[in-house]
């Protein structure tokens, strides 16, 4: 899926709300130009709360949301929310799954710079073989001792950077 997003791009990544949209997850992806969500959303209001966050550009929404399903996303309503999704925006490749073992193909050879998954509940930024792997840890309720967090992406041409957003909460 191509992005009609310019370079300069903010871009908010989310995963495993788990049907839980705090405010702090909110604030915290407010000013991004689209938002990513992989997977385990939980329920479609989460989506929903997410597509009302206002665009930098405009002030209003709808936010534009890419979500993927995740493991637990089994309801009739996610039927239609694709398993992976590759997007571009401006010179770079993104491919989104939720569980990032089920990646069936060498993401370099393939063109793709990001590599974003969920699943784990771990937030991870790693580079392999000059490609990005983003992990945005768990927006949604908390589990054992990991930390609560959203990340962002923030691509310039052919450069990318990512940082992990630890929520307060």
């Known amino acids: 899926m191509e992005q009609a997003i310019k370079s300069g791009t903010q871009i908010g990544v989310i995963a495993d ?3 839980l949209l705090r405010p702090e997850a909110i604030a915290a992806l407010r000013g991004s130009d689209l ?3 992989a997977g385990d959303i939980g ?20 936010m534009p949301v890419i979500a993927i399903r995740g493991n637990n996303d089994k309801a009739s309503w996610a039927e239609a929310i694709p398993e992976q999704e590759s ?18 193909f060498a993401p370099q050879a393939a063109g793709f710079q990001v590599v974003i998954s969920g699943h784990s509940h ?18 949604g309720p908390k589990r ?10 923030s691509i310039t041409g052919a450069k990318v950077r990512a940082e992990i957003i630890q929520l307060a909460v």
């Open 17 to 19: 709300t788990h049907g």
């Open 35 to 37: 938002i990513l969500h």
């Open 43 to 62: 329920k479609p209001e989460v989506l929903a709360g997410l597509q009302a966050i206002p665009t930098p550009a405009s002030g209003q929404s709808p």
């Open 87 to 104: 997007i571009k925006i401006a010179d770079i490749s993104i491919h989104m799954l939720h569980i990032l073992q089920e990646l069936k």
């Open 122 to 139: 771990k937030p991870l930024i790693e580079e392999r073989g000059g490609v990005l792997y983003m992990n945005p840890g768990s927006a």
């Open 144 to 153: 054992f001792k990991l930390p609560i967090s959203v990340a962002r992406l």
